[in-house]
Structure formats: C-alpha cells, structure tokens
T-cell receptor, first 112, second 111 residues
C-alpha cells in the first residue's frame, strides 16, 4: 500500500455513459498526476495538478475528459460519453514538487 | 512525447539467475525511476536516481543513472519467483513536470 488510494477499482459501463473516478493522494503531496495505461504499454501522462491548479494536459485528454482537484487534496477524473477506446487502467500518482511519484492501485475501466 | 525504449521486452529465467534490463531515451532526463507492476495493480516504486553516474541499491536490486543522462540500467541478483512482474523505467522530462514511461520488461522466473 503506497498511501495513494483510488476508487472504484473496477468499472464496467456501457458506451455513451459518463464515469467518474476518484483519487486520494498521500496527504502531504502537493502534486497529483493522472495516467492511462493500456495492455502491454507503460503509463501515458494525461494531466497533473499542483495543489488545486491543473498545470498541464496531454493531447490524449480529449474534450470528453475533465479532471478536478477542488481543494488541493483528492482529485476526480470524469469521462463523458464513454467510447470503447476509453477502456484502460486509469492510474493516479502523487508526489511532492520535485520528488518521486507514488502510484495508486488504479481503476480498470471496461466500456462495453 | 519523449520516447523511452526498454529492452528486453520479456525475459524467462531460472530462479537464482541474475537479470539485467535497460532503458534508453532520445532526450536527457534529470531523474530516472524504476517501477515494478503486477497484474491488476499500480506500479510500485523500486529505485529513484537523481544524478548522472549514480549507482543505487535496494536489496537485490541495483540501478544506475547513465553518464550521458539518456539511459539507465536495472539489475536483479539471485532472482526469486516473487520477482515476476513488469518492470518500467520512467524519466523526468526537461520541464520537471512530466514523467515519461518505457514500454516495460516482462520478467518470468521459473522455479
């Protein structure tokens, strides 16, 4: 247990539905990252927050994806109008500003 | 994005053997990290490297930050069955904000 938690661990949804995932980082970590990982690949960066500010977004993050970290603690990642190509493991990681990242267990999304 | 190449892609070894894997980049990195991931779980940090030439150990694991800052190596000595998993390297990009991951080395240890 790294101290980073994610909820839910698994989500199965039908195409077109909206889904929301939550990440609770290690409490003293001010940076929070979201990644997507597909089978046989390493994690791909989606976005990151420093405190409550979303500072960088990947081109992978389409308009259907939105992330928030309203109080600089937990974060949510929402995917609207899910597509089958969204099926993946969604990973959250946290760190202090210039330190190493610690990952949560991930949320496995399956879009039918 | 910046590309990290890991090799080998997969390894099948006998218990007790030593393992070596590496990661190369087309860009310079300021930090190298090595992670291990098991099925259905998030990556777990093994070793972090912050300085070119640095050699760091964590139990049976040893990792090195290449002098050129474009590569890193991970060695596992006397492998055991619980070493099975996928090993990822990650490098911290120039902006200091984003980590880039390799495609992983899948390790199978045969008892």
């Amino acid at each position: 247990d790294t101290g980073v938690s994610q909820d839910p661990r698994h989500k199965i949804t039908k195409r077109g539905q909206n889904v929301t995932f939550r990440c609770d980082p290690i409490s003293e970590h001010n940076r929070l990252y979201w990644y997507r990982q597909t089978l046989g690949q390493g994690p791909e960066f989606l976005t990151y927050f420093q405190n409550e500010a979303q500072l960088e977004k990947s081109r992978l993050l389409s308009d259907r994806f939105s992330a928030e970290r309203p109080k600089g603690s937990f974060s949510t990642l929402e995917i609207q109008r899910t597509e089958q190509g969204d099926s993946a493991m969604y990973l959250c990681a946290s760190c202090r500003s210039t330190d190493t990242q610690y990952f949560g267990p991930g949320t496995r999304l399956t879009v039918l | 994005g910046q590309q990290l190449n890991q090799s080998p892609q997969s390894m099948f070894i006998q218990e007790g053997e030593d393992v070596s894997m590496n990661c190369t980049s087309s860009s310079i990195f300021n930090t190298w990290l090595w992670y291990k991931q098991e099925p259905g779980e998030g990556p777990v940090l093994l070793i972090a490297l912050y300085k070119a030439g640095e050699l760091t150990s964590n139990g049976r694991l040893t990792a090195q930050f290449g002098i050129t800052r474009k590569d890193s190596f991970l060695n596992i000595s006397a492998s055991i069955p619980s070493d099975v998993g996928i090993y990822f390297c990650a490098g911290l990009g120039n902006t200091g904000n984003q980590f880039y991951f390799g495609t992983g080395t899948s390790l199978t240890v045969i008892p």
